[in-house]
C-alpha cells in the first residue's frame, strides 16, 4: 500500500510552493491540528528522522512517522482553489478524525 | 447494544441509507451503542423541518412566556433522564462521573435559568427614547427577532452542555436549530431531543443528526435555508465554516480553540495556586479548550513550583470513568491518545524537559481504554510548537517570566486568546494583568469556572461572537428598528425629492414656565421647591455679579442658594462648564439657577447635562436628541433680551482646542422656568440692547420665513417683531423705561419659541461665520445681513415678509405682496438706523478680502437648510456678503 497518492496537479502545486518560498526538504505529513473537533493532518517542510518512512511521489519526497502512518493509513492530497478556498485537502484510508478532509491546509515552511 | 436513531421533524427515523455507526467507551475501547448516521439526504431533512418549523410560527410566533413555559417542560424532561444522561455522558465522551451529574445537572438548570432571564429581564423590545435625528421625530424602538434555522455544531468534550448552549438560546429566542453532535459523542443530544419531544415542542424545531462532519458539513455550511451557525470546534475547522458560511452571509458563532496561560505570581498562596496549575490543565484530561495549558512561573520560584506540580500531578488517580473514586478518566479516542502522543514526541525533540507523565496508563481491567498520565514538560520556550499548538490532552508546559510585563507578553504571544487565569494574593495586581491579556475570559484565584449569565467566547482566532448571558442570547437575534413617525406627512418625510421644500407638519414643545413682571423674581422661591430642590447654585458671570444682580437673586432664594458661581465668561468654553460643574458637584447643588444673558445661560444648560449624567462637558457636545430623560433642574433669569436661550433647545459651547462653536441641541436642555423680571435688564448697555434686540428680531424673521414654520410659529414671531418695533426705540431712548424693557423680553422669549419651532435660516448661517472668523458680535452681524437675506428670499417667502411688513409697521395697503415684502427689508434698516446699528460688515471689521472665505463657511452651516430659499451656490451668498459689505 503506498503511503501518499496525489490528485492530478498536486505535486507540481506543492514543488512551486516550495520552490516559491525557496524551501528544500522532505514534506513531512503530520499530525497538525488538534481541538474538540478531533485531530487532522497537516504538511510541514522538515527534515527525515531515523524512523521516517519515506517515500517519494511526483518528484515530492514525503515523510510520515510510523505511528502516525499506522493510525491514518494512507494519504491522499488533492488541491482546492474555488471561491475563497484556497489549499490542500488530506484525506486518509483510516480517517482520524470525523471532519477528515474539511479543511485545507498550506505547507507549513 | 442501545441503538438510537436520527431526530428529524418530531420523529426518530433511521438514516435515510440505513448506514449506522458505534459509539465507542473511551474508558475500555469498546462499542456500546449503535447511532443511525446520517448523511446528505437527513441533513437537508432535518433542514427543511427546522425551515418549515419556522416558517409556519408555531414556535417562533409564540409570545416568550408561553415559550419559556414549554421550555420549563422540557428541563423537567432533562432532569427525569438525569442517570442516562449522567451514563451516556461518561460512556460517550470519557467524562467522569463525578464531573458528568454536575455537567448534566447544569445543563438542566442553564435552559430553566436562561429561560426565566430572557422572559423577565432581556430586552426583546427596546424604546430608543432618545433618536439622535432631530429631523424626524417619532417612536423609535428595536425588536430582537430570531434569526431562523440556526445549525448547532457540538463537540466531543462537553456533548450535553455544548449542545444546551447552542439548543437553549436558540429555542429561547424562537429559532428552530439542528444540532449535528460529534460523532464520538452523540447520544446525549439524542437523549434531549427524547424530553423535547415529551415536553412539547413543536415538530421541527429541535432535530438532532450525528454524523461526519467531514461528509455532512459541507451540506450544512451552506445550505441556504440555514441562516445561522454556531460551532464549537477547532480553530481550523471554523475557519472553513465561517469561509462556507459566508456565501450565503451566514451568522456565525464560532467557539474555537486556545492556548491559554495561567499566570501564577510570585505572592500567590502557592497551595492554591500549585492546584489551579493542575486543575487547569487537568480536568477532564485536559480536553477543555480553555485548559490552562501554559503556565506562567517566576523565575525566582520556577524550580520549587515545577516540584510542587509534580507532586500534585503524580498524585491523581487515573481509572475508569464510571468508577467515582477516579480524578481522571481516558481521552477520547485512540486518535486523540495518538496526537497527545504525538505532540509529547515533539515536545522532547524541541528540548522541552519531561517532569513526569508522557507515557499511557494501563487501567487494570480496562486494557482497551485511552488512558494517558498527567505530563508536565519544563523549561519550555514559548515558540515551541507544544507550547503554541493546541494538544487537547493532559500536556502542560510550564513557562519562565522574570516580570508581570513579561507574563503579559508571552501569555499575548499566542494565535489564540480564550481565557487564562491569574493566581496572587494582591487582587488589584491580578486584575491588571487580567486586563492586559487578550483573551475573553480571565479568572483570578480560579479556573474552569462557568455560569449562565457569563459569557464565554475568544478573541483573536479563539473564535467570533459569545454563548451564555444575555450575550449570547443576542447572537441568536438579529435587531429590527421600527420608525413610526410623528408626521405621516409628504411634506415632512420627504421633501428632499420635492421642489417645495416648505414642511407644514409641526412640533411646539415649549414647556418652560415663564413667570413674567416687575418684581417676579419673588417667585424663584417657590419655583425652586416646585422643582423639588433645595440647593441651588446660582450661575452668573462677573458683569452680572458685580452689578448686583446675582445676589438679588441669591437674597431671593434664602437658604435654598448654595453658592454663586461667576466665573462664566462671554461665549463659554469646555474648561468654564466644567469648572462650574465641579463647583456644583462640590456643592452638592440639585438644581441651577442662570442669572445673564445667553452666554450664561447656555453654560447653564451645559451644566446641567453634565451634573446629571457625569463625566465632562466635552462628552455632550455636538449631539443632537441624544438625552432621553429630565435634566438637573434649571432656572433661569435673563439679564439681556435677545437670545431667547431661555426657552429654546440649544446650548453654544466654544471648543478652544478645535477653535469652533460647538452645540447641545436637545428638548431635554430647555429650562424648566424663566423670569423675566424687567429690572434685570434696565442696566444693559445701549450698544447690548440693540444687539441683543436685533438677535431677536433675526430669530423672529427668520423663523417665520423658514420652511419649517407654521401657524404657531408665525404667532409668536409676529407679535415679537411688532413688540421689537415698537419697544426697541424706547429702551435705547430711555434705558429705565421698565415697561419697554419688559416688552422686550417678552419679545425676545416669544422670538425664542418662534425658532425653536421652526429654526433659523441663511442670516444665522452668515452671522455664524462672520462671528466665528472675525469676531463679529451676534447681533450685529444678525442685523446686517437680515435685510439682505430677506430680500434674497423674496421670491420664497413673499407672503410671510408682507406680513413682517405689517408687523413692523409698514402700511402695506395698495402694495403688491412683493413689494410689501421687500418693504419689510427696508423697515428693518430704517429700524437700525434708528437705534443706532452698524448698518455695513466693513464697520464692524470684516476685510471684504475675506468675503469668499465667509461664504464658503456660511454655505455649509447647518440652518442652511431650513432656508426659505434653497441655498446651494456659494456665489450666491458671497453676493449677499457683498452687499452686506
Known amino acids: 500500500m503506498p503511503l501518499v497518492t496525489l490528485e492530478p496537479g498536486v505535486g507540481q502545486a506543492i514543488r512551486s510552493s516550495l520552490a516559491e518560498a525557496g524551501v528544500h526538504g522532505p514534506v513531512r505529513i503530520e499530525i497538525q491540528f488538534s481541538g474538540c473537533c478531533d485531530p487532522s493532518l497537516g504538511l510541514m517542510v522538515d527534515k527525515v528522522r531515523e524512523s521516517d518512512l519515506v517515500e517519494e511521489v511526483d518528484a515530492v519526497t514525503f515523510v510520515i512517522s510510523p505511528e502516525t502512518h499506522e493510525l491514518a493509513g494512507e494519504v491522499r492530497i488533492s488541491r482546492v482553489d474555488e471561491g475563497g478556498r484556497e489549499g490542500f485537502v488530506l484525506t486518509s484510508s483510516r480517517p482520524i478524525g470525523e471532519w477528515d478532509g474539511f479543511s485545507t491546509c498550506r505547507i507549513r515552511m | ?885
Open chain 2, 1 to 885: 447494544m442501545e441503538q438510537y436513531k436520527l431526530f428529524i421533524d418530531g420523529e426518530f427515523v433511521d438514516a435515510a441509507d440505513g448506514k449506522t455507526f458505534e459509539s465507542i467507551d473511551p474508558g475500555t475501547g469498546l462499542p456500546f451503542a449503535t447511532v443511525a448516521q446520517a448523511g446528505t439526504a437527513d441533513a437537508e431533512a432535518a433542514i427543511a423541518a427546522a425551515r418549515r418549523a419556522f416558517d409556519k410560527g408555531e414556535w417562533s410566533g409564540l409570545d416568550i412566556a408561553a415559550r419559556i413555559a414549554i421550555l420549563q417542560d422540557f428541563a423537567d424532561e432533562i432532569s427525569q433522564r438525569g442517570v442516562r444522561m449522567v451514563t451516556a455522558e461518561c460512556m460517550d465522551a470519557g467524562q467522569t462521573i463525578s464531573y458528568a451529574k454536575i455537567i448534566v445537572m447544569w445543563a438542566s438548570l442553564m435552559i430553566r435559568n436562561l429561560a426565566t432571564y430572557a422572559a423577565t429581564k432581556f430586552q426583546f423590545e427596546e424604546e430608543i427614547l432618545a433618536s439622535g435625528n432631530p429631523f424626524s421625530p417619532g417612536r423609535e424602538f428595536v425588536r430582537r427577532e430570531p434569526i431562523g434555522v440556526c445549525l448547532g455544531i457540538v463537540p466531543w468534550n462537553f456533548p450535553t452542555a455544548l449542545a444546551m448552549w447552542k439548543i437553549a438560546p436558540a429555542l429561547i429566542t424562537g429559532n428552530t436549530i439542528v444540532v449535528k453532535p460529534a460523532s464520538n459523542t452523540p447520544l446525549t443530544a439524542l437523549i434531549l431531543a427524547e424530553a423535547a419531544k415529551a415536553a412539547g415542542i413543536p415538530n421541527g424545531v429541535l432535530n438532532v443528526i450525528p454524523g461526519p462532519g467531514g461528509a455532512l458539513g459541507r451540506t450544512l455550511c451552506t445550505h441556504p435555508d440555514v441562516d445561522k451557525i454556531a460551532f464549537t470546534g477547532s480553530t481550523e475547522v471554523g475557519r472553513e465554516i465561517m469561509r462556507m458560511a459566508s456565501d450565503t452571509v451566514k451568522k456565525v458563532t464560532l467557539e474555537l480553540g486556545g492556548k491559554s496561560a495561567n499566570i501564577i505570581l510570585d505572592d500567590a498562596d502557592m497551595d492554591l495556586a500549585v492546584e489551579g496549575a493542575c486543575f487547569g490543565t487537568f480536568l477532564h484530561q485536559g480536553q477543555i479548550c480553555e485548559s490552562g495549558t501554559r503556565v506562567l512561573v517566576p523565575s525566582k520560584i520556577y524550580d520549587g513550583f515545577v516540584d510542587r506540580m509534580k507532586k500534585r500531578a503524580e498524585a491523581l488517580r487515573i481509572g475508569y470513568q464510571m468508577d467515582p473514586t477516579s480524578h481522571m478518566g481516558p481521552v477520547v479516542s485512540k486518535e486523540q491518545l495518538a496526537t497527545v502522543e504525538h505532540y509529547v514526541k515533539l515536545g522532547k525533540e524541541e528540548g522541552a524537559e519531561l517532569i513526569t507523565g508522557g507515557q499511557r496508563v494501563e487501567v487494570p481491567g480496562r486494557e482497551g481504554g485511552y488512558y494517558y498520565a498527567p505530563t508536565i514538560f519544563a523549561n519550555v520556550d514559548n515558540k515551541m510548537r507544544i507550547a503554541q499548538e493546541e494538544i487537547f490532552g493532559p500536556v502542560v508546559c510550564v513557562i519562565k517570566y522574570d516580570s508581570d510585563e513579561e507574563a503579559v507578553a508571552i501569555a499575548n504571544d499566542s494565535i489564540y486568546g480564550l481565557a487564562g487565569g491569574v493566581f496572587s494574593t494582591n487582587i488589584a495586581r491580578a486584575e491588571r494583568l487580567a486586563r492586559g491579556v487578550r483573551t475573553g475570559t480571565m479568572w483570578i484565584n480560579n479556573y474552569h469556572v462557568f455560569a449562565e449569565y457569563c459569557p464565554f467566547g475568544g478573541y483573536k482566532q479563539s473564535g467570533v461572537g459569545r454563548e451564555l448571558g444575555r450575550w449570547g442570547l443576542e447572537e441568536y437575534t438579529q435587531v429590527k428598528r421600527i420608525h413610526v413617525p410623528y408626521f405621516s406627512n409628504r411634506s415632512a418625510n420627504f421633501s428632499l425629492l420635492s421642489d417645495n421644500k416648505k414642511i407644514d407638519s409641526f412640533n411646539y414643545n415649549c414647556p418652560t414656565n415663564i413667570v413674567g413682571g416687575h418684581g417676579s423674581l419673588s417667585s424663584i422661591y417657590k419655583l425652586v421647591v416646585d422643582l423639588g430642590c433645595r440647593r441651588a447654585l446660582i450661575l452668573t458671570d462677573p458683569g452680572v455679579r458685580k452689578a448686583g444682580l446675582a445676589d438679588l437673586v441669591k437674597n431671593s432664594l434664602v437658604d435654598f442658594c448654595v453658592g454663586i458661581y461667576d466665573d462664566i465668561p462671554q461665549d463659554p468654553d469646555l474648561e468654564s462648564v466644567d469648572g462650574a460643574t465641579a463647583a456644583a458637584r462640590e456643592l452638592k447643588a440639585d438644581c441651577i439657577v442662570s442669572v445673564g444673558g445667553g452666554s450664561v445661560i447656555d453654560a447653564g444648560k451645559a451644566v446641567c447635562v453634565t451634573l446629571k449624567n457625569g463625566g465632562k462637558a466635552n462628552d455632550y457636545i455636538n449631539r443632537w436628541h441624544t438625552l432621553s430623560e429630565p435634566q438637573t433642574p434649571h432656572i433661569v433669569v435673563p439679564t439681556t433680551a435677545g437670545t431667547g436661550s431661555e426657552v429654546t433647545t440649544a446650548a453654544v459651547i466654544t471648543n478652544k482646542t478645535a477653535g469652533r462653536k460647538l452645540f447641545i441641541a436637545d428638548p431635554r436642555i430647555i429650562p424648566n422656568a424663566a423670569i423675566l423680571d424687567p429690572r434685570f435688564t434696565m442696566t444693559l448697555p445701549k450698544n447690548m440692547t440693540v444687539g441683543s434686540a436685533m438677535d431677536a428680531l433675526t430669530h423672529a424673521v427668520e423663523a417665520s420665513m423658514s420652511i419649517m414654520a407654521n401657524q404657531i410659529c408665525d404667532g409668536q414671531a409676529l407679535h415679537a417683531i411688532r413688540l421689537i418695533s415698537e419697544n426697541l426705540p424706547l429702551v435705547v431712548a430711555d434705558g429705565n423705561n421698565e415697561k419697554a424693557r419688559l416688552n422686550m423680553q417678552i419679545a425676545a422669549t416669544m422670538a425664542g419659541w418662534s425658532f425653536t419651532i421652526a429654526q433659523v435660516g441663511l442670516a444665522h448661517c452668515m452671522a455664524h461665520t462672520v462671528g466665528t472668523l472675525h469676531h463679529v458680535p451676534h447681533g450685529a452681524a444678525c442685523g446686517i445681513v437680515l435685510p439682505k437675506v430677506m430680500r434674497f428670499n423674496v421670491d420664497h417667502a413673499a407672503a410671510k415678509l408682507a406680513r413682517v411688513a405689517q408687523a413692523l409697521g409698514v402700511d402695506t395697503s395698495g402694495m403688491t405682496e412683493r413689494d410689501a415684502a421687500l418693504a419689510a427689508a427696508d423697515a428693518v434698516e430704517a429700524l437700525m438706523e434708528k437705534v443706532g446699528h452698524p448698518m455695513r460688515l466693513r464697520d464692524v471689521g470684516v476685510p471684504e478680502a475675506d468675503l469668499g472665505r465667509c461664504s464658503l463657511h456660511a454655505i455649509a452651516d447647518t440652518n442652511v437648510i431650513f432656508n426659505a430659499r434653497p441655498v446651494n451656490d456659494p456665489m450666491e451668498v458671497y453676493a449677499i456678503y457683498q452687499q452686506a459689505h
